[in-house]
């Protein structure tokens, strides 16, 4: 344990008020260590938070669990499985769909798109598809309307790029042929757009169209069939347990988790949030070792003090734990600083996002998320004050072993 005079000359040292070119490093070590621990808990937050955001959009359009068949052919008799789904642990709602690729013809334009057939009643305690919903009401696809038509509800972008409105007719496509007397021809439906959605991910803005279940049943010949079943577990921790024991109870069923489903996406985050880290980490190394070369220098400068000290009766640990204290000094002050700053930074970002250029076109966000989580960036300063520490030890041994009789002969 340092004694009281050690942390007195320690601190002395740090705070001296005479100025040179090694008080100057003092201070660029301790700017270093805060500018690299202000850029580590903002880029550490601003991933978390782009991590959140693009988990709620994929949920929020999909589901926690999607369960489907292990062929083509879909799930046949899905009633009576959803029902015994409902039963299993940590489900806490399931609805049915029926997914197909289709195309749209509206005027002289053609997209290719991915057409759901839903229940919203249903579909609506999974996931929150009906909150997306900024033009019309996804409801009407339930109705037919008064001309006889069923309705269909597109994404915004989608919409945009066919160049419709609210309330136009399109003509929607099956990849499935029908016989007629001028031959096989696809199957073809006349709909209205009665809503428009905006998921907030351009990819599901561009591609996805809803419409009533049975309509789309009918459009691919495939009555009493669905695609799958969504469900929603009751906390996002207990999907894979949710996938799990759906597998082990029904043996012709394959469960995903939305984790799974989205592995790909989810690992690079990891990654990059990974690099970025290791990136920035580095600038709180380069300013250590700017500790450990000031508390050199101070050493080489020091040396007639260091022998005064010996001489007085102070041993090597004594001597140690001076410039020891000075470098944790450092880093501590430096610690706080970059904290403090960084802390500030990712609340004003949350109070005042900035907008990202391209939208979700481009970086799947429209504007710059944040999420601060104490528990990992309260790890930054207390790393960065462990790296202090340890980029003390060797100055501080070097001026400990110093020979006070050597140091103070030609003073």
């Known amino acids: 344990m340092p004694r009281p005079f050690n942390y007195f000359i320690g601190l002395r040292y740090l705070s001296a008020k005479k100025k040179g070119f090694i008080n100057l490093i003092s201070i660029l070590s301790v700017a270093g260590i805060a500018l690299g621990v202000t850029a580590l808990i903002v880029v550490i937050s601003v991933m978390n938070g782009f991590h959140e955001d693009i988990r709620d959009k994929i949920i929020g359009t999909n589901a926690h669990v999607v369960v489907s068949g292990y062929t083509k052919d879909g799930i046949s008799g899905y009633k009576e499985k959803m029902k015994g789904i409902k039963k299993i642990q940590h489900v806490k709602a399931a609805a049915p769909y029926f997914m197909g690729q289709v195309m749209l013809k509206s005027g002289e334009k053609v997209e290719g798109m991915l057409l759901w057939g839903i229940e919203p009643s249903s579909m609506s305690t999974v996931n929150n598809i009906d909150k997306n919903i900024i033009k019309g009401d996804m409801d009407f696809i339930m109705r037919e309307l008064p001309d006889g038509k069923r309705g269909i509800v597109l994404g915004k972008e989608l919409m945009n790029n066919i160049g419709a409105e609210l309330g136009d007719e399109i003509i929607v496509i099956s990849p499935v042929f029908q016989q007629t007397p001028t031959g096989m021809i696809p199957k073809m439906s006349k709909m209205r757009i009665v809503g428009v959605f905006e998921a907030g991910m351009y990819d599901y803005d561009t591609t996805f169209a809803y419409a009533s279940m049975d309509t789309v049943q009918k459009l691919f010949n495939r009555p009493d069939v669905a695609t799958g079943i969504a469900i929603k577990a009751d906390k996002l921790e207990n ?101 403090v700053s960084g802390v500030l930074i990712c609340i004003y970002l949350k109070a005042y996002p900035i907008s990202m250029p391209g939208g979700g076109s481009v970086y799947y966000i429209d504007k710059l998320a944040v999420s601060l989580k104490f528990s990992e960036v309260i790890i930054i300063p207390i790393a960065a004050i462990l790296i202090s520490f340890l980029a003390t030890l060797y100055p501080s041994y070097h001026a400990s072993k110093l020979d006070p009789v050597e140091a103070v002969r030609y003073e």
């Not at 999907?239 to 592995?263: F, G, P, Q």
């Open 239 to 339: 999907a894979s347990i949710v996938a799990t024991e759906i597998h082990r109870i029904y043996k012709s069923l394959w469960a995903r988790d939305w984790m799974s489903l989205n592995k790909n996406l989810f690992s690079a985050l990891k990654i990059e949030k990974l690099a970025m880290f290791i990136i920035l980490l580095l600038v709180v190394l380069v300013a250590a070792f700017n500790i450990a070369s000031t508390l050199i220098m101070i050493v080489m400068r020091k040396t007639k003090d260091i022998g005064i000290l010996k001489s007085m009766g102070a041993g090597n640990r004594d001597i140690m734990n001076i410039f020891i204290i000075q470098g944790v000094a450092t880093g501590i002050l430096g610690s706080i600083i970059g904290f």
